[in-house]
């Protein structure tokens, strides 16, 4: 199988390299377009790779195709792909906002499966959620399925609907729990930790935390219950959140999030 995957940023190179590997290219190397020359230059040194700066000597006899570039500049691309693809062909976009349809009627394709990654993909932990077009058999979901989790895991959800929620709630997700990990370093910076060992608490308590979760079949709700005694210091934070309605801005934040990928379709 050839896969291509055009587009060499952090995302298509994250992808890249998770699935340079897979048994499924039945020992083809992946393929990598890209217009940068200083990224030509630096991927053509990974023996991984075909890397190539001419859509011509690579698109038209891909299988699959990964389309790893900002939604902006997925007009041009488009109309450059356009006269180089073929109805068999599968495209996998890693665009935000970009809808099946767009990119049907963009490409005058008809396999399409729309998908929305997260960063944690950089280190094999990312999720993908995913849905396709009624022209994608059920075998061909499998081999992009099995792509795809060459980076962490995927879910299949039924409607784009729940792409455009899952970029509320994973694709931009690691950005919120970045901006809480900021918030509580700084709060123990000011407390008077170094900065290494500020790092170390905070990373630690998230890492634990995750754990216990992932290991046990307990809500996040119960956790808080075991470790929030009454009257003591967790309780008091706790109550500090639910005073200052952290919860609702939270869930307000990913709304927002939801409501702009939603926007970001229709604009396209």
């Known amino acids: 199988m050839k896969v291509l995957v055009i587009g060499a ?25 890209d217009t940068d020359p200083k990224k030509i230059e630096t991927l053509r040194q990974d023996s991984r790779f075909n890397v190539f700066d001419n859509l011509e000597d690579c698109l038209p006899k891909a299988d699959i195709v ?3 570039v900002k ?22 976009s890693l665009m935000a906002g970009v809808t099946i349809e767009t990119i049907q009627q963009k490409l005058d ?4 499966i729309r998908t929305m990654p997260n960063l944690p993909a950089q280190v094999g932990k990312g999720v993908t959620s995913y849905t396709e077009s009624k022209d994608v058999s059920k075998v061909e979901l499998i081999m992009v399925r099995n792509l795809l989790d060459t ?26 729990v ?38 046990n079949n307990i809500s996040p709700k119960s956790w808080i219950a075991k470790v929030a005694s009454k009257g003591g210091t967790t309780q008091a934070a ?12 939270i869930q307000d934040a990913a709304y927002a999030a939801f409501d702009r990928a939603v926007e970001l379709g229709k604009d396209k």
């Open 9 to 33: 940023g952090n995302m298509g190179l994250t992808y890249s390299e998770g699935m340079a590997e897979s048994p499924l290219l039945n020992k083809h190397k992946l393929r990598i377009y």
């Open 66 to 68: 990964f389309i790893a």
């Open 71 to 92: 939604p902006y500049h997925s007009d041009g691309l488009f109309e450059e792909m356009k006269p180089m693809i073929n109805h068999s062909q599968i495209f996998v």
């Open 109 to 112: 394709a008809k396999k399409v």
């Open 151 to 176: 980076t962490g895991t995927s879910i299949h959800v039924n409607t784009e609907k729940f792409i455009d929620a899952s970029t509320g709630i994973s694709g931009s997700g690691p950005a919120y």
């Open 178 to 215: 970045f901006y809480f990990m900021q918030s509580m370093l700084e709060a123990a910076l000011k407390m008077g930790f170094s900065d290494y060992d500020s790092k170390v608490l905070v990373s630690s308590t998230f890492e634990g935390a995750i754990e216990l979760f992932n290991q």
């Open 238 to 249: 706790i109550d500090s959140m639910e005073d200052n309605n952290v919860k609702q801005l």
